[in-house]
């Protein structure tokens, strides 16, 4: 069942979202090479505790941390470890916190100093990918409206979409109905969910270098390319209102 959001609950949201906002934006002005992955962690979970709200990742299924930190090949979910970020990295900072209630989820993959040219092309496909996603999230359209445009504007492009791993609803719980993937999926039983306004939802395409098939590492959290190739992925949690979404982390 779709959950419709309310004023008052969009409220909620709206706060929620803000301070997982505010708290990406910090933690991106420490990504530079040589800082400690770890000290991440540490940084953002003090400060999310400051605005009184809780990480959302940890303790969920035993996730040991506040952030997940996927450096390269890591497509998500990457467990923090005790190692320094190294120039011409690139590295996914994905989280969730829940306020009064509520949860918000948005990710970012950031530039480690000077990167390289292709490794910025997939940044910028990737996070184009999002915003044409989000610009079809509108009453009336439908699920696969979303998942095509995604899927159309990454694999024009020459890279590959992951297609395990998938968007979703989000509110009172971390993953709602609809599913939202990243593909065109005639098989999903979300794929012909029409958008209504009150919605909320976490568009998150995840975008590979090379092919698009994945594997789990063997602490069953990290994913990462099968290739070794490098991996993007960039999400916001939106509002489907009746003029245009709006993006609220």
């Known amino acids: ?21 505010d708290t ?16 991440l962690d540490k940084l953002a979970e003090e400060y999310i505790l400051s605005r009184e709200a809780k990480p959302a990742f940890k303790g969920y299924n ?12 890591e497509v998500v979910h990457g467990i923090p470890k005790d190692v320094v970020l190294e120039e011409g990295q690139i590295v996914g900072i994905d989280w969730r916190k829940k306020k009064n ?6 990710a970012r993959t950031l530039a ?16 184009e990918a999002l915003e044409i996603g989000i610009s079809k999230a509108v009453v009336g359209n439908r699920v696969f409206d979303i998942s095509d445009a995604i899927q159309k504007h990454v694999e024009s492009k020459g890279y590959s979409i992951v297609r395990e791993l998938v968007g979703h ?6 993953h709602l109905d609809p599913q939202v993937p990243n593909f065109s999926n005639p098989m999903s039983s979300d794929h012909n969910v029409e ?6 939802l976490a568009i998150e395409p995840m975008v590979n270098l090379g092919s698009r098939f994945i594997k789990t590492d063997s ?22 209102t009746k003029l245009q979404p709006r993006i609220l982390t």
């Open 1 to 21: 069942m779709v959950d419709i959001n309310n004023s008052n609950q969009v409220s909620h949201m709206t706060e929620s979202c803000q301070i997982l906002s």
């Open 24 to 39: 990406l934006d910090m933690i991106e002005s420490h990504v530079k090479p040589g800082q400690s992955v770890m000290e």
């Open 62 to 73: 035993n996730f040991p941390s506040t952030l997940t930190v996927s450096i390269d090949d």
């Open 101 to 106: 209630g509520y949860y918000s989820d948005s």
């Open 112 to 127: 480690v100093g000077k990167i390289s040219q292709e490794k910025q092309l997939l940044l910028d496909i990737t996070k």
């Open 169 to 174: 609803g989000i509110g009172t719980k971390l």
């Open 195 to 200: 958008l209504k306004e009150g919605m909320c």
């Open 219 to 240: 602490d069953g959290w990290t994913i990462r390319t099968q290739d070794g190739q490098p991996s993007a992925h960039f999400e916001h949690s939106i509002l489907i």
